[in-house]
């Protein structure tokens, strides 16, 4: 059972910044994706940052030039940078790895950006 799990939520300014970490259980070479994904309070799952298997990188406008998604295939772990939070920013952060037409979620992490 491939495991994936999230952290490096908390409490921050706006202004601020965080590093979120989604640890997975094997080689994360056996992605051919992985995403971070986001829910704030009442609304769905949005997308926010991807990384291919060849380290190809994609953002929405939203966050775009203010996150920044990367992979240590070493650590099993991919990181999600995260600069510049505002109070949009606010909700439950979530990985998803792609392996073989399978997604596979961590639990998620919660970043609250709040003065």
């Known amino acids: 059972q491939v495991q994936l799990v999230e952290s490096g939520g908390g409490l921050v300014q706006p202004g601020g910044s965080l590093r979120l970490s989604c640890a997975a259980s094997?080689?994360?070479?056996?992605?051919?994706?992985i995403d971070w994904y986001r829910q704030a309070p009442g609304k769905q799952h949005e997308l926010v940052a991807t990384v291919t298997n060849y380290g190809t990188t994609n953002y929405p406008d939203s966050v775009k030039g203010r996150f920044t998604i990367s992979r240590d295939n070493a650590k099993n772990t991919v990181y999600l940078q995260m600069n510049s939070l505002k109070p949009e920013d606010t909700g439950t952060y979530y990985c998803?790895?792609?392996?073989?037409?399978?997604?596979?979620w961590g639990k998620g992490t919660l970043v609250t950006v709040s003065s």
């Open positions: 094997r080689s994360i070479f056996g992605f051919s994706t």
């Open positions: 998803n790895g792609l392996a073989s037409g399978v997604g596979y």
